[in-house]
């Protein structure tokens, strides 16, 4: 009996000792979480962040991942902006909210940290961002010239930065046209840059606006601003449908005058010999009753 | 055809009371419509998911039907009117058998389309609110028509026998005598009666012909004018009218062996008869094999992607045993039987004429069917289901109960109004006797 029993536990430790053997071969990945910030038309803030991690020799996005943003420091729960999720691009986005602008004017100098928690395929990840305040604001000056000054606080005072390169443009499908053939401009002592807008024919809405757009991209210090401003300096786009015009395609009722004649005097036709012959049969039931 | 007399001819064409075996054909008939109407009321009753009709495959063995329903009906016009046109006379004791197959083909296609709705109780408002774009309106005015030009084409021809009917009052009984009488009592042989019904067959043989060609091109575009692979053709309206020649022929044939096996009518439908529809079928196929050909061969030699995928289907896929049984069973086999004079005998050319019919419901089947089961533009994450398509039990039973309901309607012809011409053969014959 005791023998029969000490071959069933070997029999057990046999079958437990591949899953046992699997799960420890299971290695976590290590995951690096890029924090990113936004200065939106001097309006509002916000954070992104990207997870990324080494899969195969090669950097992959992480969606997915559950990530927490702090401002200044995470030491203290008090500075929890707000938790987020990374998408199918590995990106979690937050704006930063207004119960957060005590801590934000303390300093001219703003720390951001962002940190997710162990997963079953990752490690815990932290991501830290250091920025200097600065914002920019677009404006523009007679012949369509495109002016953007660039300031930062040093400080209390908002100081001129030059060196800064600065983008120029039209808001374009998302992304940003060149007001003309310069890519970039450096900012110069007063902390300005000028640009001539060459898009004479560039198509704006019904009224002919268009959105300018000042743009300071993932700059180390004081990473990503944006100032747009509305102008009439486009082309007026008139919306143009063929909802009601008269075509194959078109809804009930909105038929092709052609066909409409072809297929009514098609079936008229054919139809007056049916009621013609229905006519006959009844010149023939007369012949009858005569 | 030997002389006969007059009162032999009409003793022989008179309608007869069914025996013995059309008791049986009936009651046969009757319990499959039955079975079709009681599939048809679960599908009423339950919609639409009775059936194996999904995303995919919405058109399935109803729309099969429906395109197998209008083809067949056109030998109507070909027998009716191409060949009275042309001045052929052999064609006489067929006219009345081919017009029979297109009303009740006609008038069951109009059925099994309703069949086909989800909620046929919206049917009006096709007419309501119908868009004439749609080749779906052209569908519904042409039919319409055709089916009143064919009531009138069986009408007109039948006044004289009425008359000659009616003189039968006994052997008639009450009902057929009253049919009779509300049918064709004011019809007394007066020759400006004549003049006026040849005028108004000469009409309808003259106006049937665009109107039927124009029934089948029309269904043609339902298909040929939805971007899909195996439909995106523009051979579709001479490929579809040649096809709907060549199984209304191959009806014809059926019938013609059924009708004078059955009420012995070797005297009138004669081996001749047989030898020449017989050629006629082989015209149609070699047109059809042609059209095949074309609609098959120009897209394989291409081979775009998408229409690889259909193609494959049909020629080594999973369609490929249903493929090759209806080009072999519609076309080739019924040419190879019939381009013998042994095989335009009228057994031989009755197994060819069933062989036509079987190969061209199936051909129907795979000219709606597999097309749809490949779209150009597939679902995202579709269910394994959809991807495939097999009938139900209700479906084969409504479809099945069509072709019964079709068959019914041209069995209750036959015992109700001569099935040949009496008339006309009368007049043949007398044409013959003074030649």
Not at chain 2, 168 to 185: D, M
Not at chain 2, 369 to 377: A, E, G, I, S, V
Request: proline share 4%; with cysteine.
């Amino acid at each position: 009996m005791r023998k029969h029993k000490l071959i069933q536990l070997i029999v057990l430790v046999i079958a437990l000792v591949p899953g046992i053997l699997m799960a420890q071969a299971v290695e976590k990945n290590s995951l690096s979480l890029n924090l990113k910030y936004y200065n939106d038309n001097n309006v509002t803030h916000h954070l992104l962040v990207q997870a990324k991690s080494k899969i195969d020799g090669k950097f992959q996005q992480i969606p997915n991942i559950p990530v927490q943003f702090y401002i200044t420091s995470d030491a203290d729960k008090a500075n929890l902006l707000g938790k987020g999720v990374t998408n199918e691009k590995g990106e979690a986005l937050i704006e930063i909210p207004p119960a957060a602008k005590a801590e934000w004017l303390k300093s001219p100098n703003q720390n951001f940290v962002v940190v997710s928690t162990a997963t079953k395929k990752f490690d815990e990840g932290r991501g830290e961002l250091a920025v200097t305040k600065a914002k920019i604001k677009v404006d523009t000056a007679e012949g369509r010239i495109i002016n953007a000054k660039l300031v930062a606080l040093v400080d209390t005072t908002w100081t001129p930065i030059a060196g800064v390169d600065v983008i120029v443009g039209v808001k374009r499908l998302g992304g940003i046209l060149n007001a003309n053939e310069t890519q970039t401009y450096p900012t110069d002592s007063s902390g300005s840059v000028t640009a001539e807008f060459k898009r004479d024919s560039l198509p704006g809405d019904q009224k002919g606006n268009i959105v300018l757009v000042a743009s300071v991209v993932d700059n180390e210090t004081y990473g990503n601003l944006t100032s747009q401003l509305v102008v009439p300096w486009g082309t007026k786009s008139v919306y143009m449908t063929n909802f009601d015009h008269r075509t194959l395609f078109a809804r009930r009722g909105h038929s092709p005058i052609w066909l409409e004649i072809l297929a009514y005097a098609i079936v008229v036709a054919v139809w007056s010999v049916i009621i013609f012959l229905l006519v006959q049969i009844k010149n023939i039931k007369k012949l009858g009753v005569e | 055809m030997e002389k006969l007399a007059e009162n032999k001819i009409i003793e022989d064409l008179l309608p007869q009371k069914f025996g013995k075996q059309g008791q049986i054909w009936v009651a046969c008939l009757l319990a499959v419509c039955a079975l079709g109407f009681y599939a048809y009321c679960r599908q009423l009753y339950y919609g639409l998911e009775v059936t194996a009709l999904r995303d995919y495959a919405s058109w399935g063995i109803y729309i099969s039907n429906f395109v197998f329903f209008v083809a067949i009906s056109l030998v109507g016009s070909l027998i009716t009117a191409v060949l009275r046109l042309t001045d052929v006379h052999w064609s006489t004791p067929l006219t009345r058998i081919a017009e029979i197959i297109a009303v009740s083909a006609i008038a069951f296609a109009g059925l099994i389309i309703i069949v086909d709705m989800g909620r046929p109780d919206r049917f009006y408002n096709l007419f309501l609110h119908g868009r004439l774009q749609s080749p779906i309106i052209w569908d519904v005015i042409v039919i319409t028509t055709y089916l009143f030009i064919s009531l009138l084409l069986l009408y007109f021809p039948l006044l004289p026998d009425l008359k000659i009917m009616m003189g039968f009052k006994e052997r008639n009984g009450k009902f057929l005598q009253k049919l009779y009488e509300f049918l064709g009592s004011f019809w007394k042989n007066k020759p400006e009666q004549f003049k006026i019904t040849d005028k108004a067959i000469n009409i309808l043989s003259i106006t049937i012909i665009p109107v039927a060609f124009a029934i089948h091109t029309v269904t043609s575009w339902l298909f040929a004018t939805t971007y899909r692979p195996g439909w995106d053709s523009t051979n579709f309206g001479a490929y579809f009218i040649s096809g709907a020649f060549l199984v209304g022929a191959g009806g014809v044939l059926i019938a013609m062996y059924v009708f004078r096996s059955h009420y012995k009518l070797e005297k009138y439908i004669t081996d001749d008869h047989f030898d020449k529809m017989g050629k006629v079928v082989v015209l149609l196929a070699l047109i059809y094999l042609y059209f095949n050909i074309n609609e098959f061969l120009v897209p394989a030699f291409k081979m775009k992607k998408a229409e690889e995928e259909h193609l494959m289907g049909l020629f080594t896929g999973e369609f490929s045993p249903i493929f090759w049984f209806a080009i072999s069973t519609s076309m080739l086999i019924p040419i190879v039987i019939l381009i013998f004079k042994k095989g335009r005998k009228p057994k031989l050319a009755f197994i060819a004429g069933i062989l036509v019919v079987v190969g061209s419901w199936f051909k129907r089947f795979l000219i709606v069917t597999p097309t749809l089961l490949h779209p150009f533009l597939p679902m995202h994450d579709v269910p394994k289901s959809y991807t495939t398509y097999f009938p139900t039990w209700e479906e084969w039973a409504i479809a099945g109960g069509s072709l019964a309901g079709a068959l019914l309607v041209i069995t209750f012809f036959a015992r109700i109004f001569p099935i040949i011409p009496i008339h006309e053969t009368i007049i043949e014959t007398e044409h013959h006797e003074k030649a």
